[in-house]
């Protein structure tokens, strides 16, 4: 068996404040029934954060500023079409939303959805993304904290 391949990804959690909430953007696949954060492969001469930025665009129809670095996830995968193992990298952002509606999402996405961070939390179907949700979520407390 040969050996395993890298893959880099970027992705971001999408926000936007409602009555003093948090809101995120959640994109469901796989016929409606994986929910998770728009994310994709980083292309050649491509930044993180220009790829995390670009795919929330295609993937949920949305255009956001930076706000926050959120790290980095990791998982090992196999696909199964070409049985070649991978080792995925996924750098996440914390992105703040300025236009765009989930309604123009790629066609690759089921459904983009708005959701209240803590339903988002129980919504996503990945226990790693639910930790960047949650890390999501305290760093909007923070921000928070700086304006009161």
Same mark, same amino acid.
């Given at each position: !068996?040969?050996?395993?391949?890298?893959? $880099? #990804?970027? &992705?971001?959690?999408?926000?936007?404040?409602?009555?003093? %909430? !948090?809101?995120?953007?959640? =994109?469901?696949?796989?016929?409606?029934?994986?929910? &998770?954060?728009?994310?994709?492969? =980083?292309?050649? %001469?491509?930044?993180? /954060?220009?790829?995390? /930025?670009?795919?929330? $665009?295609?993937?949920?129809? /949305?255009? *956001?500023?930076?706000?926050?670095? /959120? &790290?980095?996830?990791?998982?090992?995968?196999?696909? #199964?079409?070409?049985?070649?193992?991978?080792?995925?990298?996924?750098?996440?952002?914390?992105? #703040?939303?300025?236009?765009?509606?989930? &309604?123009?999402?790629?066609?690759?996405?089921?459904?983009?959805?708005?959701?209240?961070? %803590? $339903?988002? =939390?129980? $919504? *996503? #179907?990945?226990?790693?993304?639910?930790?960047?949700?949650?890390?999501?979520?305290?760093?909007?407390?923070?921000?928070?904290?700086?304006?009161?």
């Amino acid at each position: !068996m040969g050996k395993a391949k890298v893959q $880099r #990804s970027a &992705g971001g959690v999408v926000y936007q404040p409602r009555n003093g %909430d !948090m809101w995120v953007v959640l =994109i469901a696949t796989g016929e409606g029934k994986v929910w &998770g954060l728009p994310k994709g492969l =980083i292309e050649k %001469d491509e930044k993180p /954060l220009q790829a995390a /930025l670009r795919e929330v $665009r295609e993937e949920a129809g /949305l255009f *956001c500023e930076p706000v926050a670095e /959120l &790290g980095y996830i990791e998982y090992w995968y196999r696909d #199964s079409a070409t049985k070649v193992l991978y080792h995925k990298f996924v750098h996440y952002y914390l992105l #703040s939303h300025t236009g765009g509606d989930v &309604g123009d999402h790629g066609w690759e996405v089921d459904e983009a959805r708005w959701l209240h961070v %803590d $339903r988002a =939390i129980e $919504r *996503c #179907s990945y226990e790693n993304e639910r930790g960047v949700l949650a890390k999501a979520r305290e760093e909007w407390d923070k921000l928070l904290a700086r304006t009161t």
